[in-house]
């Protein structure tokens, strides 16, 4: 009964590789976000997603490309990997509030990408 | 732009002792402030959260400040348990921002 789920959990490649990390939520939640946790663990937004359109894109190289097929699905594509990102990455997800106030994040696993 | 500065960046405390973690926020329109504990190797869990309407909320050990005006909020612990040892991120964000700006984490080490 997994809310929010990510795949793979370990990547480990080349420097200059392609790679994809997918994500999915049966929360029923309409956003979703990915997140780079660096080596000193602070957590960065890269995008937010909201019923499958882009919102937040925080200054992230174009190597880096989100796809949202449906509001249960973000999945990021990384092209040309550089050693620098090298790090773990988190998929979030939440339901827009109707009222004033952001709701919770819940937060998938991570994965651990390892650039050689 | 936005920032929340979270303090200190590691705390040790003796079992059963209580432990404080302060954050600051820049965006004054924020509204929504929520604390999420990492243990290691694990995903960030929301363990408390507060809305800038209340003052103050309590969860068994665990309860949250917020101080609008100086645009502060506190996580406190009490009787710390060697199990309550992790990262601790607070964060603030506002209705409609889609984006949720984090602390830079405390470790908190609770020594048996």
């Known amino acids: 009964d997994t809310a929010v789920s990510q795949t793979p959990k370990y990547l480990v490649t080349q420097m200059g590789n392609d790679k994809s990390i997918k994500c999915e939520q049966n929360?029923?939640?309409?956003?979703m976000y990915w997140y780079k946790q660096d080596s000193k663990k602070f957590l960065k937004i890269m995008f937010s997603y909201n019923n499958k359109e882009l919102i937040i894109n925080e200054t992230v190289p174009n190597r880096f490309s989100p796809k949202s097929p449906d509001k249960a699905h973000l999945n990021l594509h990384i092209n040309s990997l550089e050693l620098g990102d090298s790090a773990v990455y988190f998929c979030?997800?939440?339901?827009?509030?109707?009222?004033?106030?952001?709701?919770?994040?819940?937060f998938g696993p991570g994965t651990r990408l390892l650039v050689l | 732009g936005e920032n929340v500065e979270q303090h200190p960046s590691t705390l040790s405390v003796q079992e059963g002792d209580s432990a404080v973690i302060k954050c600051t926020y820049s965006?004054?329109?924020?509204?929504?402030f929520p604390w999420y504990k990492q243990e290691l190797g694990k995903r960030p869990q929301l363990i408390i959260d507060i809305r800038s309407n209340v003052g103050e909320k309590k969860d068994q050990r665990i309860a949250v400040t917020l101080n609008k005006t100086a645009k502060h909020f506190s996580l406190h612990i009490t009787e710390t348990q060697p199990e309550d040892s992790a990262v601790y991120f607070c964060?603030?964000?506002?209705?409609?921002?889609?984006?949720?700006?984090f602390g830079a984490g405390t470790r908190l080490f609770v020594k048996a």
């Open positions: 965006d004054s329109a924020s509204n929504y």
């Open positions: 929360l029923g939640h309409d956003t």
């Open positions: 964060a603030a964000s506002r209705a409609g921002g889609f984006k949720t700006i």
């Open positions: 979030a997800s939440s339901q827009t509030g109707s009222g004033r106030y952001q709701e919770t994040q819940y």
